[in-house]
């Protein structure tokens, strides 16, 4: 954990999503253990099933996509655990921590290079700036 002095800016949250397939492959612990060993810190943690409109109002950017539908069902499938992270610049740590969208391409190392070989079932969903953290935030954890 960063001691406030150390931080090199205000104290930032994001919201990140252990996808369904994390949790159905058994890899919650792992990678909730790989924030944790970062230093960031849970603030909130929860393990619910997306339903429908929350994947619409999540998802708000992508529902026209072609990718979209199967995203859709892949996301309402099953449980997933909702996760509250802070710390500093937390928002571009997990971002690189996750890697890129695409798990065969993805650098080694990172949780998705390490752990996926999907484009889809890419284990983790992070908040990609300030403005989709504030809004992802009030969608998931609207009482924080
Ligand atoms: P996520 O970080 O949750 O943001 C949008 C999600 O859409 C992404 O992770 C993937 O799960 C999925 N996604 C993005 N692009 C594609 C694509 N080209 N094909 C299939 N799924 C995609």
Redesign the pocket.
């Known amino acids: 954990m960063t001691s406030p002095l150390e931080r090199t800016s205000p104290l930032e949250r994001s919201l990140v999503?252990v996808?369904p397939d994390a949790v159905r492959r058994g890899l919650l612990g792992e990678i909730i253990s790989r924030f944790e060993r970062k230093g960031l810190v849970i603030e909130a943690m929860e393990l619910r099933t997306m339903d429908a409109a929350l994947a619409d109002e999540h998802?708000a950017d992508?529902v026209e996509?072609a990718?979209y539908p199967?995203?859709k069902e892949?996301m309402t499938s099953g449980p997933l655990a909702a996760l509250v992270l802070s710390g500093d610049q937390v928002i571009e740590v997990v971002r690189a921590m996750i890697g890129s969208?695409?798990g065969r391409k993805a650098a080694a190392g990172t949780i998705r290079g390490d752990l996926s070989l999907s484009?889809?079932?890419?284990l983790?969903?992070?908040s990609?700036s300030p403005e989709s953290a504030a809004r992802e935030l009030s969608l998931w954890f609207p009482k924080l």
């Not at 484009?119 to 890419?122: S, T």
């Open positions: 999503l996808k998802y992508h996509k990718f199967p995203l892949f969208t695409d484009n889809r079932e890419n983790v969903h992070a990609d």
